[in-house]
């Protein structure tokens, strides 16, 4: 069954930590995409990846890291320099970067208390 | 700098009717266009797409019309039906290029 998967579904964290948000796809897909999805807000890109060892910023980078040293995965890693870190955080695939149809995961949903 | 916008936030119509959901871009290097359908907590699916060398395409109850000139598109569901209640989205890309440009959504509401 392939898939895109995120793990966990909703995450808690404390102020000022650190949180790293799962994304792994056995579509074989060579492009991966990370969002952010704000209440009344279309999905923002934060990063994306065209190949493995290599990852381009999006349109709101700030706070955020990735890395991609496997095909299948694409962690997230929002750091403490987030300044809202509270929302819904999508991971996407593409066949190749400039296939045009992205395929999403279910999303995790991170609230910093 | 919103290069895809979806000025309605929210559309209700009555079961079997038709829905229109509506998306305007400003870069005219945009020359592809999908839509996602999206349920709470759950991530987007692909719905239908559309390349600029066309100006209509159809799947089902679902059909894209894209006007170029007016940098506008459309999606039309006929008939409407209570499952098609969620939030769609407009998303826009260069076909040469690998990032997708959403717009806000529009949450539609199909009544029985």
């Known amino acids: 069954d392939g898939g895109i998967t995120q793990s966990p579904k909703y995450l808690f964290r404390k102020e000022g930590q650190n949180v790293t948000l799962s994304c792994e796809q056995n579509l074989n897909h060579d492009a991966m995409y990370w969002y952010r999805q704000d209440p009344g807000q279309g999905l923002r890109l934060i990063y994306y990846?065209?190949?493995?060892?290599?990852?381009q910023k999006g349109d709101i980078a700030e706070g955020y890291s990735v890395s991609r040293e496997k095909k299948e995965s694409f962690p997230l890693t929002v750091t403490s320099a987030q300044k809202n870190p509270t929302a819904f955080y999508l991971c996407?695939?593409?066949?190749?970067?400039?296939?045009?149809?992205?395929?999403f995961g279910p999303g995790t949903r991170l609230t910093v208390l | 700098d919103q290069q895809v916008k979806q000025n309605s936030p929210s559309l209700s119509v009555q079961e079997g009717r038709i829905s229109i959901l509506n998306c305007d871009y400003t870069?005219?290097?945009?020359?592809?266009f999908l839509w996602y359908k999206k349920y709470p907590a759950e991530g987007p699916t692909f719905l239908i797409s559309i390349s600029s060398i066309k100006d209509k395409n159809e799947d089902g109850r679902f059909t894209v019309f894209l006007n170029k000139s007016a940098k506008h598109l459309s999606l039309h569901i006929v008939p409407s039906q209570p499952g098609d209640s969620a939030v769609y989205f407009c998303?826009?890309?260069?076909?040469?290029?690998?990032?997708?440009?959403f717009g806000e959504g529009t949450q539609l509401t199909v009544n029985p």
């Open positions: 996407a695939s593409s066949q190749t970067p400039t296939n045009n149809e992205q395929f």
């Open positions: 998303a826009a890309k260069r076909t040469s290029g690998s990032r997708l440009t």
């Open positions: 990846s065209q190949i493995v060892n290599d990852f």
């Open positions: 870069n005219s290097m945009f020359d592809y």
